[in-house]
């Protein structure tokens, strides 16, 4: 059964700094690995979606990258704001989404 | 383009008794998951249909959890009795293609 860890469980950083978050998963047969957002008391929003053949998606300040052999994932957030305080989650999809526990980032201002 | 909606976003029950949530996905998706979150956990899958039919319901728990799509289209699912660890949060998500559409959830509380 697929496993999903996302490593820290939480992060604190001052706005505008450059930061990276983690997702490893223990079998590399995936179709995508995608990263959601959580805000508190809402739903999953789409970040950004990795096809298993691609390396890396980018879309403004984020930039995800997949190396589906070592079985990793990171999350580059560029300039951070503290408007990015949210947890962030990945899932892996092979026959189902299988999701980590996400990280819970707070930007200071 | 309207979201998937859910209702209701908060229900407090004692244990025993039954509840049911409602969600209805983004018009066209024909894949429709409930998920079950508790809290500092990610999303766990508890059944997932393909139009009207079940593709995977292996993470239900049968003798207390029931769900149904309607013609492919609205969703409730049901939990009777309830039970303490039962308080979560609900969520629907509908998927055309790979991306996933959240609804906001129900959140559970089962006292």
């Known amino acids: 059964k697929q496993e999903v860890t996302q490593i820290p469980a939480a992060l604190s950083v001052p706005e505008g700094e450059n930061l990276v978050l983690n997702c490893s998963f223990t079998?590399?047969?995936?179709?995508?690995l995608q990263w959601f957002r959580q805000d508190p008391g809402k739903g999953l929003t789409s970040l950004l979606l990795?096809?298993?053949?691609?390396r890396e998606q980018t879309s403004g300040r984020l930039n995800a990258s997949l190396d589906k052999s070592s079985g990793r994932s990171t999350l580059y957030i560029a300039a951070s704001q503290p408007g990015d305080s949210a947890t962030y989650l990945c899932?892996?999809?092979?026959?189902?989404?299988?999701f980590g526990t996400g990280t819970s980032l707070t930007v200071i201002p | 383009e309207a979201g998937v909606a859910q209702s209701p976003r908060y229900k407090i029950i004692e244990k025993r008794q039954s509840v049911a949530f409602w969600c209805n996905p983004i018009?066209?998706?024909?894949?429709l998951y409930w998920y079950q979150q508790i809290l500092g956990q990610g999303p766990k899958l508890l059944i997932q249909?393909?139009?009207?039919?079940?593709?995977?319901d292996s993470q239900l728990p049968k003798d207390r959890f029931s769900a149904e799509r309607l013609k492919g289209v609205d969703s409730t699912l049901k939990i009777q009795p309830a039970k303490l660890e039962d308080s979560a949060v609900y969520l629907c998500?509908?998927?055309?293609?790979?991306?996933?559409?959240f609804g906001s959830g129900t959140q559970l509380s089962v006292l």
């Open positions: 899932a892996a999809q092979g026959n189902q989404f299988y």
């Open positions: 990795i096809q298993s053949s691609q």
């Open positions: 249909f393909q139009n009207n039919g079940v593709v995977d």
């Open positions: 079998d590399s047969a995936i179709y995508n």
């Open positions: 018009s066209g998706h024909a894949t």
């Open positions: 998500a509908s998927s055309f293609g790979e991306q996933l559409f």
